[in-house]
């Protein structure tokens, strides 16, 4: 790497720049559908108990 031209230093340097561009859009993305997971669990879970506790009353009145 030493005796490279300036031209392929920048080169090399454009590369390692878009590849850890690429692995943090990576991680981003992982992140993003971790939590996208996690609430949509959630709201499943919270609508759930909505459904139960809906019942539940309904039961009571007849």
Avoid at 10 to 37: E, S
Wanted: proline share 2%; aromatic share 12%.
């Amino acid at each position: 790497m030493v005796n490279c031209s300036p031209l392929r230093r920048v080169g090399f340097f454009f590369i390692q720049l878009f590849t850890i561009c690429i692995k943090y859009i990576k991680k981003n993305n992982q992140v993003i559908k971790k939590r996208y997971a996690s609430k949509v669990i959630a709201e499943r879970y919270s609508n759930l108990a909505t459904a139960k506790a809906l019942v539940r009353v309904l039961s009571y009145s007849l």
